[in-house]
């Protein structure tokens, strides 16, 4: 049997929290950079503890203005302390709720930048495994992050997006054009089904590309989420996937 796990960002104040945790596998807490602040981390980790959710450090760019989705060039140094600080905030206040990191996943502008870039791809995994060496990197599938995931030969989930759309090269369409976030549960939940049916990517075009999938990632900003998660969960059920953590 076919065996997802089904994430979602979340301590971002812009979605309804409790509704996605009882829909999804993996929670991806913003770490007070881009979104957030330490009561809501720990709020939102406590929640996801007592569901048996999976938790991630969500690190971004410090970029609140712009919900860490404007492009930021750092020197190497400057990205790994900013990854490091990030980490760890999120690391002391989930073991101080009675849990463990399990995950790490890129934001924003930073996640979309390391999925071209390898070098920034190896600095920010590498700066976070120096923080905790046994964390699973949640990498845009088919892209340079789950190249500089095999590379350091850390144990990484390949995620695809079930709201957003993608360019011809595997990587997300831009939010800037039209069609690159997707509403309609429905048409999200049928496309996200034929992806992991056929294991590829399918961009805009209706391209293929063949690829690992392990991790479904619905925004939890998006209008209509909660909606989204729960009838794509339930498409993917019937279709024979077990939905279950990393």
Do not use: W
């Amino acid at each position: 049997m076919t065996r997802i796990d089904l994430n979602a960002d979340m301590g971002e104040g812009m979605g309804d929290d409790a509704a996605m945790l009882s829909i999804v596998t993996s929670a991806n807490v913003a770490c007070g950079m881009h979104a957030g602040d330490p009561d809501t981390m720990a709020r939102t980790m406590r929640a996801a503890i007592e569901r048996g959710v999976g938790i991630g450090a969500h690190p971004g760019f410090a970029d609140r203005e712009n919900f860490g989705r404007r492009r930021t060039v750092l020197p190497p140094e400057n990205l790994a302390t900013l990854i490091r600080y990030q980490v760890g905030a999120a690391q002391a206040i989930v073991q101080a709720a009675g849990g463990r990191l399990r995950h790490l996943k890129l934001h924003g502008a930073m996640s979309n930048m390391a999925a071209t870039d390898r070098a920034m791809a190896l600095t920010c995994y590498r700066a976070a495994l120096e923080v905790q060496g046994d964390l699973i990197l949640m990498v845009q599938a088919a892209t340079e992050m789950e190249r500089a995931a095999v590379e350091l030969g850390a144990p990484y989930a390949a995620e695809i997006f079930a709201d957003r759309a993608y360019e011809e090269d595997g990587t997300l369409l831009d939010r800037s054009k039209p069609g690159a976030v997707l509403h309609d549960a429905a048409e999200a939940a049928a496309r996200i089904g034929a992806m992991i049916g056929e294991g590829a990517i399918i961009t805009a075009s209706g391209r293929r590309i063949p690829s690992r999938i392990d991790t479904v990632c619905v925004h939890g900003d998006t209008p209509g989420a909660v909606a989204m998660a729960r009838e794509l969960r339930a498409a993917l059920e019937g279709q024979g996937v077990e939905v279950a953590g990393l």
